[in-house]
């Protein structure tokens, strides 16, 4: 265990080591680069800072609106039987657009029931398997230019409800089936 904790503590240092002496070995100016790649990557955040605000507003004003209790409540009737309880409805519905209002609903989940109860134990997992679709598809298709972005959507809708599926398996194995 302390290997891994002394594993732990040294990954960062040592990439970012290795990456500095991989350029001073290739003759590149690493401090130089370092500086033009910050100077793009904050004119990316400048560009995609109104996507960002629009979908803050828009969980907010989800969250705020009770919206999000009433979609729970009806859906968990269809949802309840299938293992996934109706509590975690807004909480895959807003991890699709958003990280941190995702964590904030996760972190009222736990206030209520526990991290280790059954409720959390799949919020837990369900945000580690799944992913802000929205939020994801709106920065990097506007930052490259992507109009069609094809079958991305299905696939992306695909992929985060086979997450929650995994996660409400995993989590009922462990505590019925393990």
Known sequence: MRFL??????????????????????????????????EDGLKTVVKILPTLIGLMVGVGILRGSGFLDMLGKYLGKITDPLGFPAPLVPLAFVRMFSSSA????ALDIFKEYGTDSHIGFIA????????????????????????????????????????IAISVVLVHYCFVGG
């Open 5 to 38: 904790l002394f594993l732990s503590e040294v990954t960062i240092p040592l990439i970012i080591f290795y990456i500095v002496a991989f350029g001073i070995l290739q003759k590149v100016k690493v401090y130089e680069s370092f500086i033009v790649g910050a």
């Open 102 to 105: 995702a964590t904030g609903l």
């Open 124 to 163: 837990s997992l369900m945000l580690s398997c799944t992913e802000t679709i929205f939020y994801t598809m709106s920065v990097y298709f506007m930052t490259a230019k992507i109009t069609k972005t094809r079958h991305t959507l299905f696939g992306a809708l695909l992929s985060t409800l086979a997450g």
